[in-house]
């Protein structure tokens, strides 16, 4: 990777739709950022389809070395996906309704700052992950949040708002599912609202489900959240925000939130429970084979660790 200032060229991939702020200005502001730090920088467009072909082109072709990402997690996936066989940075301006891998990340929610950070930042390798074909950069989940997630994607509005206006009213409605998996050598059945694959520490809004989580420690973090009386649902889900331990995994039924480490894991998803990747609802599997990708690409992140 190139680490002289005077090498770096950057492209900058603006998601005009992400998320709820407006990004009226942002390439005069990228612009006038990279000429006060001497590099080149262009900007281009986001592709709804994910079709980043001719990104590939440009860096191949014209030596661009830096991709930053102005948009939200499902736009961070697509992207990264796509060129993370080459040999660039990827850095990210988060614009998105959750923006869980920028948070994960320490990138500020500041425009300017995490535009400042893009260009003096350090590139350190991070973990992703595969569920089945499917590429995951920080998270995954079945169950409640995944439903929270189909709803949110067909909302006209966007925001913390919209999202906690739909996670309230999916819980009153919340049911389990039942879900079989094999890790670490155990096999667990168990009837829960929901499970979360973790790269990230952050479901996003910086919601914290897998505190132990690292972006860069080769395990994911895989959290349960059994079948329980929903009066007391809340209380263990903040429970386990504020700092849940790692429970291990075991081979009977139980009542409590487990959190354990994998670095794969099946799950036999018996309930056809929805399924989303990275924030983004997608079509359910009913057997997902999970495995992370360790090292999988380089992110910019604040110097200090």
Not at 140 to 154: E, I, M, P, Q, S
């Amino acid at each position: 990777m190139p680490t002289s200032k005077s090498n770096k060229k950057y492209i900058f991939l603006v998601n005009p739709i992400s998320g709820t702020s407006a990004k009226t200005g942002l390439g005069e502001q990228v612009l006038k950022v990279a000429n006060s730090h001497g590099v080149t920088a262009i900007i281009l467009p986001t592709v709804a389809g994910g079709d980043y072909r001719f990104v590939e082109q440009k860096i191949i072709e014209e030596g661009f070395t830096e991709v930053i990402i102005c948009g939200g997690d499902g736009t961070v996936n697509q992207v990264v996906n796509s060129i993370r066989h080459l040999p660039v940075n990827f850095g990210i301006i988060p614009f998105g309704s959750g923006n869980g891998l920028a948070f994960s990340a320490r990138i500020p929610k500041s425009t300017p700052k995490a535009l400042e950070l893009a260009f003096t930042g350090k590139a350190r390798y991070v973990d992703a992950f595969m569920v089945n074909d499917s590429f995951a950069c920080m998270l995954c989940g079945l169950g409640f949040d995944a439903k929270v997630a189909h709803d949110f994607a067909n909302q006209p509005g966007r925001g913390l708002l919209t999202y906690t206006q739909q996670t309230l009213k999916n819980f009153f409605s919340a049911k389990p599912y039942h879900f079989e998996m094999v890790a670490n050598d155990h096999i667990i059945q168990t009837d829960a609202f929901f499970i979360s694959v973790a790269n990230s520490n952050q479901f996003g809004n910086k919601f914290t489900i897998a505190p132990k989580a690292s972006l860069n420690d080769g395990l994911l973090d895989i959290v349960v959240v059994p079948k329980m009386n929903k009066a007391i649902l809340p209380f263990a889900i903040i429970q386990q925000i504020s700092g849940g331990k790692l429970t291990g995994t075991k081979d009977d039924n139980y009542q409590s939130i487990q959190y354990f480490q994998a670095s794969r894991i099946q799950i036999r998803n018996r309930d056809d429970a929805p399924l989303h990747i990275d924030g983004e609802p997608r079509e359910t599997m009913e057997t997902l084979n999970i495995k992370i990708i360790p090292r999988c690409f380089q992110l910019i992140q604040p110097m200090t660790d």
